[in-house]
């Protein structure tokens, strides 16, 4: 079965950082891009980066520009997002997600996926 599985959320003050990973089985990921998403309480779930196979492209949300860094190691079919300069803002449940096949155009959004990892909770307090 095909599986991703998410650590490293935590509590952290405004102005830290964490770094979330997100570890694949059942399936390589190497061909295709992989994004991360989050759901804060009371809201929809939201883009937030992703990362081209190759690791040679990403793209962000406005939201988390400069500040957010996806990377992934293909070697461990891990992807990972460093969080610096958190804002209370963060504060949700971030899932990684990867695709079944090629969805170019849909890569920013959650139809663009057909797998996802449990979430990890990131809280940034104030």
């Known amino acids: 079965q095909v599986q991703l599985v998410e650590s490293g959320g935590g509590l952290v003050q405004a102005g830290g950082s964490l770094r979330l990973s997100c570890a694949a089985s059942?399936?390589?990921?190497?061909?295709?891009?992989m994004g991360w998403f989050r759901q804060a309480p009371g809201k929809e779930r939201e883009f937030v980066a992703v990362?081209?196979?190759?690791?040679?492209?990403?793209y962000y949300a406005d939201s988390v520009k400069g500040r957010f860094t996806i990377s992934r190691d293909n070697a461990k079919n891990t992807v990972y997002l460093q969080m610096n300069s958190l804002k209370p803002e963060d504060t949700a449940v971030y899932y990684c997600?990867?695709?079944?096949?090629?969805?170019?155009?849909?890569?920013?959004?959650?139809?663009?996926?057909?797998?996802w990892g449990q979430g990890t909770q990131v809280t940034v307090s104030s």
């Open positions: 990362i081209s196979w190759s690791g040679g492209s990403t």
């Open positions: 059942g399936r390589t990921f190497s061909s295709y891009a």
């Open positions: 997600a990867g695709p079944s096949g090629h969805h170019p155009t849909l890569e920013l959004m959650e139809g663009g996926y057909d797998y």
